[in-house]
């Protein structure tokens, strides 16, 4: 095992810098490489490393290792690296939210070296964790002057919160009743639904989406949303069963409820429906 010494007086064959360039980061969409091969990598341990600058770093020195660490803080880099003739990439998460950081693809190109990087968010609604430092993933490869392209990919982990709860009452206009899930009532009555009930889990309720998803053969009914999207209100025109689909969302997740108005024939006389 080298010393520290050792290791600082390394030139690593006085190799240039590499010129890191940053492409956007994707959001919830993995980026993958359009071209085939891939340059050998390690992933190296990265246990107990606290206070490193976030960002991305081609490291060829102990010095530049040393260089991304609060002063006196710097832990001994991996063990395996051979400054001599390998670089490591660093990747580190810019908050401390970050579940992970993975270098999962390292391609060369006419252009540069392509490095393909996924940095993991928490889910909607998942607490954050106390006392994480933020997410590094560090990877050893052969020694270059390359220009280095990152490729940046930021996925949300599965969802932790509860879906918000939707609610639905409707009634028959005018009647002055509370309004229910299920409800019965003559053709060409009008039929109020109100949503305004509806809980969030996480924060508030930022959207409201109301539809009709099943309305008997032959009707042509249509919803007319409140201005204020807090309910709708709509004529059945066929004897069956309507189904109003009320679908909230709150700062993390959709939850959705159907309310079904029977729309039922006359009590007297003989109904003829074609």
């Not at 932790?160 to 003559?186: D, M, N």
């Not at 509806?198 to 009707?219: E, K």
């Amino acid at each position: 095992m080298r010393s520290w010494a050792a290791l600082l007086v390394l030139c690593a064959a006085c190799i240039e810098p590499n010129r890191i360039v940053v492409h956007t980061a994707q959001v919830d969409d993995h980026t993958q490489p359009d071209v085939g091969g891939t340059v050998d990598f390690d992933h190296m341990p990265t246990t107990g490393f606290t206070g490193q600058k976030s960002g991305f770093y081609a490291v060829h020195t102990l010095a530049e290792w040393v260089q991304l660490f609060p002063p006196g803080h710097a832990p001994p880099p991996p063990e395996t690296v051979d400054f001599s003739k390998e670089m490591l990439f660093v990747a580190t998460a810019a908050t401390p939210d970050s579940k992970s950081m993975e270098v999962a693809k390292i391609v060369t190109t006419t252009s540069g070296t392509q490095v393909y990087v996924t940095e993991t968010l928490p889910g909607p609604g998942c607490p954050a964790e106390p006392g994480k430092g933020p997410a590094i993933d560090v990877v050893a490869l052969p020694t270059n002057s390359f220009d280095i392209h990152v490729h940046h990919d930021r996925i949300h982990a599965a969802q932790c919160a509860p879906a918000p709860e939707a609610k639905i009452a409707c009634r028959i206009a005018g009647s002055g009743t509370l309004g229910t899930e299920e409800l019965s009532a003559p053709v060409g009555q009008t039929i109020d639904c109100d949503g305004s009930k509806s809980l969030p889990h996480v924060g508030a309720i930022v959207d409201r989406n109301w539809s009709l998803s099943a309305a008997p053969l032959g009707s042509t009914a249509k919803l007319t949303v409140n201005p204020n999207g807090l309910g709708v209100s709509f004529d059945p025109d066929a004897w069956g069963a309507y189904n109003v689909l009320l679908e909230v969302r709150d700062e993390a997740r959709l939850g959705t409820k159907t309310a079904t108005i029977q729309a039922e024939p006359p009590k007297e006389g003989v109904p003829l429906q074609l």
